[in-house]
């Protein structure tokens, strides 16, 4: 019974820590004002990594992360930002990790020659072994 107990308490303790307690921003959850900036933001939430949840974009995830990086998004284009502007700062804020679409560079080099090489060596499989079936 005692660990029972023990694994309870355990449990609700976990579960409380994984909620902040800190208030959503104001524009985590609210669209702005302006339906064209909003559409802006939209858009460009779509194209951006939560940063905890690793396979949602922004706007499709629930953690807190999230929320502040939808009001962050949301603050700067009220602002007049364009969303080119605001996505440079939040790749030099976060690191290219926070777009799906990283730039070519030397870090980044192998995730775009990677499927390159990769389709290349299946293809020299797949002619070897068709070669050999037709003789």
Known sequence: MRRAVAVFA????????????????????????????EAQAK??????????????????SDADMAGE??????????AGERPEQVRSWLVERYGDYVTYDPPLSWVTAPLWIAPLVLLGIGLLIARRLFKGKAA
């Open 69 to 78: 990086m939808r009001a962050l998004v949301r603050q700067r284009i009220s």
């Open 43 to 60: 858009a460009l939430m779509e194209t951006l990594r939560c940063l905890v949840c690793q396979g949602q974009s922004i706007a499709d």
């Open 10 to 37: 355990l449990l609700l303790a976990g579960s409380a820590q994984a909620d902040s307690s800190v208030p959503p921003s104001p524009l985590a959850y609210t669209q702005l004002a302006d339906p064209d900036q």
